[in-house]
Structure formats: C-alpha cells, structure tokens
C-alpha cells in the first residue's frame, strides 16, 4: 500500500516509521528544510517508549512527490491543514483514502473543500509525540487509533487500514462514532491544553487546585451545548469530568503540546478547540464567554510573546 505521510513532524514521523516497518510503501512529506535534510542523510532517528531506532526513510517537500497514493495521512497543525491539501491535490486520485487524526473541532470541512466526503476517515489517536531536533522525534504510549469512515459505504476499506495499523504496532480500532471520540479528545484538549498553557503548569498541578471541578464544568458545559446542537453528540458533563480526571491521573505532571508549542514560540492550536466552540456557539445564536476568553488569552499571550 502506497501511503504519504503529510506533514512529519512528531506524530507524522511516528506514524510513518511504524507503517513502513508495517511493511508499507511510506513517503514522508514536510516543508521543514533542516528536518528534511537531516532524515535523507542520516535517517529518522526516532525513541518509542525508550527504545532508541534509526531507520531509512523516503522525504521530500509536497510537490516532488509525483504519484498517486492509496492512503495519506494528514498530519499537520489544524492551522496547517488547508495550505497542506492544497500542496498534495496532485497526489489524490479518486480512490486515494485520507485519514485525519489531527486534534480539533472542524477539519471535515476543511477537507470536504479537497477531496470528496466519501474518501474521508477521521479519527483521534492518543499516542503521543514530541521533536527532540530536526531528525529525532520520540513516540510513546500504546494507542489506540480510533478511525471510521465519513461514508457508511467506505466501511470496507477503512477496516483495511485499520488492519494496516494494527500489523503496524499502532493498535487500530473501528470506531462505531468517531464524532463522539472527536468530541471527547477536543474535551480533553479544551480543558488540559488551555488551563495548562495559561496558568504555566502540568496537568497534574492543574487537577490538583481546589478550583479545578468549577473550571472542568464551565468549559465543558460550553463544549456539550454545541456537540449537541452542531453534530448530535451527547455529552454527559459528569461523565466527561470524570473521564478527563481518569486521564489526568494517568498523565501525570506532562505539558500537553499548547503549553509546549508557546515555549517553542509556535502558535497554538487554541482557534479550532475552544475559539470553535466559541464561534460555532455564535452561529447557533448562543455564548460561550468562557471559551471565548480562553481563546483571547491564549491568543495575548501569543501576542506578548510575538507569535504570529
Ligand atoms: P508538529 O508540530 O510536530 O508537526 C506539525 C508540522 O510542523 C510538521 O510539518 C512539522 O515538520 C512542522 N514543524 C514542527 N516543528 C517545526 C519547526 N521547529 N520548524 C519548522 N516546522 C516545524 O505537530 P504534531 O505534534 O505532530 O501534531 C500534529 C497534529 O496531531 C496536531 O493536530 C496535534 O494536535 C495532533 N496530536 C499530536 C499529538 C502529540 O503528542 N504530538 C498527540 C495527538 C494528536
């Protein structure tokens, strides 16, 4: 199976090393010179959950790869994903799959306006990744992938791919409602990454102030109005407070990547988690002033620290 990885940052290059060894014909694509340049001359040095790994592997910018593939998976920032579908149109054919396990709200729309709603897989992943320098990435946790497609008549090929990660070490699943699974993970990152990133802490110190349960409720309260109204997703509020909870304790004293994208003076993914709920809410002719502020202060603080 053809397969391009498009954009191979930490979790593109994780996942493409885990597909090749998979026995995949992987293609990693990027922008990022000095990551490229390193990976053709000495290879992808990559760390999966401690065990160090060097392993050859085809790179090259968007527009010099000239064939066709089977399957892509997108592996942009949300903010990078419009201008990436428009460099890889020459590698989609009618039958090409893309899979999209990006984090955020909003990114069907985005590739509906590329490829056609029937060759969509969407799907979270909770493997976590992380760039050590151009070259070396680090890939840890178990899984799962949860994927499934836009259209009911795909069924057949998505469970081909999810077969794929499986042989590949990526622990695929089938996801009966992968709007729900988005929903949940956009939960997870709408609460950790935000409070995180602007009280300047892990999740374990955030899950551990008294005013944690206060701040969970409002933010989700806001997320659950528009999962319903937009995608007919039941959020239970005390269910999906519990749920983040569990996921706290077994995160632990991590950063989630917000936190560390402003460190590294990146911007942040903050427009298509809270900054979405805030705007759909607008759409629906409602409010959501506590992901409204989120966004804006995650947004200052982008702007003090001159990201653009
Ligand atoms: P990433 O920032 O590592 O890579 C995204 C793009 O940015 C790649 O094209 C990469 O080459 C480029 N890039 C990275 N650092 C750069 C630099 N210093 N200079 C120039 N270009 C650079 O992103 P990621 O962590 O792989 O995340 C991709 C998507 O997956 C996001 O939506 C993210 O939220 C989601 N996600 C990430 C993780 C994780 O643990 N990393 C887990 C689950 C979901």
């Known amino acids: ?29 990027d922008n990022w010179e000095q990551h490229i340049n390193t990976i053709k001359e000495e290879g992808l040095t990559i760390s999966v959950n401690g065990d160090k790994d060097n392993q050859k592997m085809t790179i090259c910018k968007p527009h010099e790869l000239k064939e066709k593939m089977d399957v892509i998976f997108v592996f942009t920032k949300s903010m990078g994903l419009n ?33 056609d709603r029937k060759n969509i897989i969407m799907g979270t992943t909770v493997w976590t990744a992380g760039i050590d320098a151009p070259g070396h990435t680090h890939f840890n946790g178990q899984g799962p992938v949860e994927i499934q497609n836009s259209d009911p008549s795909e069924k057949e090929a998505t469970l081909e791919i999810v077969e794929m990660l499986q042989k590949s ?47 969970l409720t409002r933010i989700i ?34 950063y989630p990547s917000m936190h560390q994208d402003l460190k590294n003076n990146r911007p942040t993914e903050i ?34 620290l001159g990201i653009t």
């Not at 199976?1 to 990693?28: E, N, P, R, W």
């Not at 460099?87 to 909003?106: A, F, W």
């Not at 997870?188 to 701040?215: H, K, P, R, W, Y």
Request: glycine share 10%.
């Open 1 to 29: 199976m053809k397969i391009a990885i498009a954009g191979s940052g930490a979790l593109g290059c994780g996942f493409g090393y885990h597909l090749q060894k998979g026995g995949a014909d992987v293609t990693l694509l």
């Open 83 to 115: 201008a990436m579908m428009e460099s890889i149109e020459h590698i989609i054919g009618p039958n090409t799959k893309v899979v999209c396990l990006l984090n955020g709200l909003g990114h069907l729309k985005t590739l509906e306006k590329y490829i």
């Open 169 to 215: 070490g990526l622990n695929g699943v089938y996801s009966e409602n992968v709007n729900y699974t988005t929903w949940r993970k956009a939960c997870v990152n709408g609460t950790m990454n935000a409070l995180c990133t602007l009280l300047d802490a892990n999740i374990e110190e955030v899950f551990q102030t008294s005013e944690i349960d206060s701040m």
């Open 221 to 254: 309260k806001e997320f659950a109005i528009v999962a319903k109204h937009q995608d007919n997703v039941i959020l239970d509020v005390d269910e999906t407070i519990t749920y983040l909870k569990g996921v706290a304790a077994k995160v632990g004293a991590h």
């Open 271 to 304: 427009d298509y988690l809270n900054g979405e709920v805030a705007e759909a809410s607008k759409k629906l002719g409602l409010e959501a002033p506590y992901c409204q502020q989120i966004t804006d202060l995650i947004h200052a603080k982008e702007t003090i």
